[in-house]
């Protein structure tokens, strides 16, 4: 089971995906490079890389639900 701790929240627009705020830089409102298809697969348990557009870090994401996403580290303090 992944602890709380390790979540992220994200929102969909259309067919964009956000990030009120990046977890590694604190860039507000980031628009993610992320497709459908990633988040789809995300959905699926399978796992996804999501490079963050505004500091390059790499957020791996082992799951997704239709408001988090679920990491392999801890992204809240």
């Not at 992220?8 to 590694?24: A, L």
Request: charged share 30%.
């Amino acid at each position: 089971m992944i602890p709380f701790q390790n979540t992220w929240p994200y929102e969909r627009s259309g067919k964009d995906i956000y990030i009120h705020e990046c977890p590694y830089c604190h860039e507000e409102n980031v628009l993610t490079n992320m497709k459908k298809y990633d988040l789809e697969r995300a959905m699926e348990h399978i796992k996804t890389y999501l490079i963050m557009p505004c500091c390059l870090e790499k957020m791996t994401i082992l799951e997704a639900d239709e408001d988090y996403f679920w990491t392999n580290e801890r992204l809240r303090k």
